[in-house]
């Protein structure tokens, strides 16, 4: 898929308005707009990555920083102590968005019928 047809790059960009948590010059989060978690947000780099297996060493400071921006929006949304950070590359593995995507999930301690699993699928 091209960056001008992809929804994540439009959502970085303001085309597709977001709930946005972060930004810089690289980086974009925002609120999942289909929560899986009471607290799920979603950590992209601004460039277009369609999938994690095309990664090049180019993008290794970027998708770095994308894990330290995952940490900062944890503690800011007081999930500092208790989340996960997933991401699927390919539409077998779940991927359903083909902009590389870091998915921040947390928050079960005040909605015990989300509760977590336990075991990673
Ligand atoms: P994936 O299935 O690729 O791992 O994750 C894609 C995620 O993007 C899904 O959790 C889905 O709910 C979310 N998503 C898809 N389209 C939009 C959108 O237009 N806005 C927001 N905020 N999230 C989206
Ligand atoms: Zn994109």
Known sequence: MEPQNCV?????????PSKKEYEDDEIFAFHD????????V??????????????????????????????QVAKKLN????????????EAAGQSVFH???HIVGGW???????????FP
């Open 79 to 90: 999930i500092g102590d208790a989340f996960r950070v997933l991401t699927a590359s390919g």
């Open 8 to 16: 994540f790059c439009k959502i970085a960009s303001g085309e597709i």
């Open 100 to 102: 590389t995507h870091y």
């Open 109 to 119: 301690q005040e909605t015990p019928e989300m509760e977590v699993k336990k075991e």
């Open 42 to 71: 979603l950590v992209i780099p601004k460039k277009h990555i369609p999938r994690l297996v095309e990664v090049s060493e180019d993008d290794v400071e970027v998708l770095g920083r994308c894990q330290l921006v995952a940490a």
């Open 33 to 40: 707009i289909n929560p899986k978690a009471p607290i799920h």
